[in-house]
């Protein structure tokens, strides 16, 4: 198993990456980083893999911890 694996096994890498897109976890549901949310559409879960993944019913967004992180790599200025 490789490190891409592990990070996306860790329930704290995904909360991270939320986080840092400024969405707040609240236990498994959050208003959605990456569209206008009003109410908790969003949310993470662990699939058969084991991997803990990021779902948005609202927008439909929804990927594992790489994805959440390039999503929101994608939304930041340019440095
Ligand atoms: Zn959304």
């Known amino acids: ?3 891409a694996d592990l990070r996306k096994r860790d329930r704290a890498a995904l909360a991270a990456e939320l986080e840092a897109a400024g969405a707040q976890l609240k ?6 980083p990456f569209h206008e949310d009003k109410h908790p559409s969003a949310g993470i879960y662990q699939n058969e893999a084991g991997f803990w993944m990021y ?3 609202s927008c439909g967004f929804c990927g594992s911890v790489w994805d959440v992180e390039a999503k929101s790599r994608v939304r930041l200025p340019p440095s």
């Open 27 to 32: 236990g498994d549901s959050c208003c959605c």
């Open 1 to 3: 198993m490789g490190f």
């Open 55 to 57: 779902k948005c019913h």
